[in-house]
């Protein structure tokens, strides 16, 4: 981790209250992995960072993007900010997806701003990811540049709200979209469309949304005996596992108390889907 003043090159709004910007911080875009987020200042000292997930990082030009969602008074103050001006961060912070030596087949799952880092693991799988992110014995056997077949789910209130479909299609992957009222894919929420064609045992889900999508989908995961990994939303202090203000509680049977609840800053924010107690 690494706290920088990176300058803001691009700032625009792309749906809604999303909007999406890019800094120029080459060390955290060098050390980023997909599932990794940012901890940001905004507004005044007078407030505490706003974690952001990594949407995508360029190691070459230093440049990492993330999008957000504006939902209270840190977020609008971050609106107020223009490309030219600078930003203080922490990062990359947190525990990022892990890849199976073997894995073939990948469906990424995301709702709202849980769409983002998805993005930049879907880049990862097809490029051929780096062996650190690997877990397993076998993690050497996968050469460097084997490709994973991939699919994304995105899932959204309205057409309006709907983000990252076209940055997903441009990377060649077939992308299904679920909508609220119907006005964008098929109606309904993702964890609908998603039952309707999850029956690949060699698949894994990444799943990043709205607590309640991820606990459906988790549900449906264990039901079609998958394997699965959610990257948790909490609220963070300090994102760096000292204030222990986003703990979640763990499903399996503790040995002692502090392996019963985990900081989603530290060991998450990427979890197996199995080890979290759906509330």
């Given amino acids: ?14 749906a809604g209250d999303h909007y999406f910007m890019r800094l120029e911080a080459p060390t955290v875009a060098q050390r980023a992995k997909p599932g990794q987020f940012i901890h940001v200042q905004c507004g005044d000292s007078t407030l505490l960072r706003r974690p ?18 504006v939902v209270g008074l840190g977020t609008n103050s971050l609106t107020e900010i223009p490309a030219g001006e600078k930003v203080d961060l922490l990062g990359p912070l947190g525990h990022p997806f892990e890849i199976p030596a073997e ?64 940055d997903f299609r441009r990377l060649g992957i077939p992308v299904h979209v679920a909508t609220d009222d119907g006005t964008l894919g098929t109606r309904g929420s993702v964890v609908d469309l998603l039952k309707s064609v999850v029956d690949r045992q060699d698949a894994v889900l990444y799943i990043c949304g709205p607590t309640p999508m991820m606990a459906a989908a988790a549900a449906l995961t264990r039901r079609k005996k ?54």
Wanted: charged letters at 20%; glycine letters at 10%.
């Fill in 103 to 166: 894995l073939k087949r990948a469906y990424l799952v995301g709702g709202g701003v849980g769409i983002p880092p998805l993005y930049l693991l879907a880049k990862t799988l097809l490029k051929g990811h780096d062996s650190e992110l690997t877990s397993g014995a076998a993690s050497s056997s996968r050469s460097h540049g084997s490709r994973v077949q991939v699919e994304a789910f995105l899932g959204a209130r309205t057409k309006g709200w709907v983000i990252c479909a076209s």
């Fill in 1 to 14: 981790m690494v706290q920088v003043k990176a300058l803001v090159t691009t700032h625009r709004r792309v």
């Fill in 52 to 69: 952001f997930s990594l949407m995508d990082v360029d190691a070459k030009t230093g440049a990492i993007d993330f999008i957000y969602k």
């Fill in 226 to 279: 998958l394997a699965a990994q959610v990257s948790l939303e909490e609220r963070m202090g300090c994102a760096m596992g000292c204030c222990m203000g986003c703990v979640v509680e763990i499903a399996a049977e503790p040995a002692a108390a502090h392996t019963r609840f985990q900081r989603v800053c530290t060991e998450g924010p990427v979890f197996p889907a199995e080890a979290i107690l759906w509330k």
